[in-house]
């Protein structure tokens, strides 16, 4: 059975190890990630990060705040798909044919984390994953995203 979700938001920054913003679409370069991201071509094997919409609204409800979407540093948020329960190498289409695959699950963060100061704690060391970017194009809010094997 096919899984598919929806991208709810597309979030950038100029400087690694902090909060990204939403822009609500962005052009995704091939071997690199999302333009003008301080994340893209950093680590070959986590060029662009993803957490399940899910995962923000269970830490919201259990630490009682509100988060802005790109608080935990991540490029795309989508619903639909638990990522952290998908093996590596998992390839998702999204956006006009933008093909990604799983590579990393979960970071550890720095010493420091700016993410983990203003908002109490980090959900991205077990609930984020990492993808190198296969295929560029351009994906915005509202895009679906498939689970390609």
Not at 36 to 54: E, K, P, T
């Amino acid at each position: 059975m096919e899984q598919q979700g929806e991208i709810i938001a597309v979030c950038v920054s100029e400087k690694k190890g902090v909060a990204k913003v939403d822009v609500g679409q962005r052009k995704v370069i091939e071997n690199f990630g999302l333009e003008g991201d301080a994340h893209g071509a950093q680590n070959f094997n986590r060029q662009v990060s993803l957490i399940s919409a899910d995962k923000i609204i269970e830490f919201e409800k259990t630490a009682g705040i509100k988060v802005a979407r790109g608080a935990f540093g991540e490029n795309f948020i989508a619903t639909g798909i638990d990522f952290a329960t998908l093996p590596l190498g998992t390839k998702f289409l999204l956006g006009d044919g933008v093909e990604l695959e799983l590579t990393q699950i979960g970071k550890e963060c720095h010493d420091g984390c700016s993410i983990k100061a203003a908002v109490g704690k980090c959900i991205m060391p077990k609930e984020g994953v990492f993808c190198k970017v296969l295929k560029g194009g351009n994906v915005k809010v509202g895009d679906k995203i498939t689970v390609l094997s």
